[in-house]
């Protein structure tokens, strides 16, 4: 009895591991990693005051907060558990709140593509260590590359599921920073946005007979709605995703066997189900784009609707091409995904990890 109630008490603990995870690196992708995006749904685009421009830096800074409260609430409760790196998130945080200054502050600006990459990269590096902190990987021991001892492994195998999702989230930003500069530069998705209300109006009345009247003016209202608005992409990118990210989800769960095997760590199943389910949502927003053709007046997508089906389609395949290409680099060094679920061969190697090493 002590035994099975020993086999109990651990499953629960794997279960509020993998829950606990599973929420800090939700917070991390998603809340986090555009807090941006969701401050302009919400307020819209900043205006050139302080209070509009400190909003960027105080909610990062809220939602750093909740992640150490969240790990250091885990380490209360769950001692066993791997303790939380504290210097190593400060680092991270101090790292992404300076970021976030020199972005509102003008020091990086936003209107430079050369800018905006920079602080890509440094926001990238910046949620790694957070990361890292948090799941107990020591930033050290995994740049180490001649330390083949048990810790570095140790480190990989809780650190390396995140790289795709890493890679994934860079190419999102480097998604909306083209969508921001090049496609919905000069979209035009209402009529009232090209000509004006009064002018709509009078088009919409003369073409409300189409198609049962074939007048001149009925052709020539419709001609002109038709050819005024469209949408920032084309369809074909959307109906092309739409069929490529299920390949790629096959590819990654049955030619790779990425998702074959149950992770042994709890932060691996949480980074599991990230990906599977930013897959998913990467293909129900492509699916969700194609009803309209996104061409003429009344056809157009709204405008959210188009970027977060652009950003999230192009993260999700990213992330399946990472996915793809680390479970080749891990399996070829005998640590590959294989390896790091129960009940799967060991590699001759010896090496249990799913990391390089």
Same mark, same amino acid.
């Given at each position: 009895m002590a035994g099975e109630e020993g086999v109990a008490e651990d499953g629960t603990a794997q279960t509020r591991?993998?829950? !606990?995870?599973?929420?800090? *690196?939700? %917070?991390?992708?998603?809340?986090?990693a555009f807090t941006e995006d969701f401050l302009e749904a919400v307020f819209?685009?900043?205006?050139? @005051?302080?209070?509009?421009?400190?909003?960027?830096? =105080? %909610?990062?800074?809220?939602?750093l907060? =909740?992640?150490?409260?969240?790990? /250091?609430?885990?380490?209360?409760?769950?001692?066993?558990?791997?303790?939380?790196?504290?210097? /190593?998130?400060?680092?991270?945080?101090? !790292?992404?709140?300076?970021?976030?200054?020199?972005t509102v502050s003008g020091l990086l600006s936003a209107d430079e593509v050369s800018d905006r990459l920079f602080a890509f990269v440094l926001y990238l590096v910046a949620l790694a260590i957070l990361l890292a902190a948090v799941v107990g990987a020591n930033p050290r021991s995994l740049l180490a590359r001649r330390d083949r001892s048990e810790e570095r492994r140790d480190a990989w195998k809780r650190f390396g599921p995140?790289?795709?999702? !890493?890679?994934?989230?860079?190419?999102?930003?480097?998604?909306?920073?083209? /969508?921001?500069? *090049?496609?919905d530069g000069d979209t035009i998705r209402l009529c009232e946005q090209g000509l004006g209300?009064?002018? #709509?109006?009078?088009?919409?009345?003369?073409?409300?007979?189409?198609?049962?009247? /074939?007048?001149?003016?009925?052709?020539?209202?419709?001609?002109?709605?038709?050819?005024? #608005?469209?949408?920032? *992409?084309?369809?074909?990118y959307f109906a092309q995703l739409s069929q490529v990210i299920p390949l790629l989800?096959?590819?990654v769960g049955f030619e790779a066997g990425v998702f074959k095997f149950r992770p042994d760590e709890p932060v691996q199943r949480a980074m599991t189900a990230l990906t599977i389910a930013l897959l998913c949502i990467g293909e129900v927003l492509a699916i969700s784009t194609l009803p309209r053709s996104n061409e003429g007046c009344g056809n157009v997508l709204d405008g959210w609707h188009e970027y977060a089906? !652009?950003?999230? @389609?192009?993260?999700? =395949?990213?992330?399946?091409l990472a996915l793809l290409a680390w479970a080749v680099v891990t399996a070829s060094?005998?640590?590959?995904?294989?390896?790091?679920?129960?009940?799967?061969k060991p590699s001759q190697g010896g090496g249990n990890s799913s990391g390089p090493g």
């Open positions: 591991g993998a829950s !606990f995870m599973l929420v800090v *690196v939700f %917070l991390v992708f998603v809340p986090l819209g685009l900043p205006d050139d @005051t302080l209070q509009e421009r400190a909003r960027l830096p =105080v %909610l990062d800074l809220l939602l907060s =909740v992640i150490w409260g969240l790990a /250091w609430w885990r380490r209360r409760r769950e001692p066993r558990a791997r303790g939380l790196l504290t210097w /190593w998130f400060l680092l991270g945080a101090g !790292f992404t709140l300076a970021v976030d200054v020199a995140a790289i795709p999702l !890493f890679v994934g989230t860079f190419a999102a930003w480097i998604g909306s920073l083209v /969508w921001g500069m *090049v496609l209300a009064d002018k #709509c109006e009078e088009l919409r009345d003369q073409a409300s007979g189409w198609p049962h009247a /074939w007048g001149r003016a009925v052709v020539q209202s419709r001609a002109v709605l038709d050819s005024l #608005c469209s949408g920032a *992409v084309d369809q074909e989800i096959v590819a089906a !652009f950003v999230l @389609t192009l993260e999700a =395949v990213f992330v399946a060094s005998g640590n590959g995904f294989k390896s790091a679920g129960k009940g799967s």
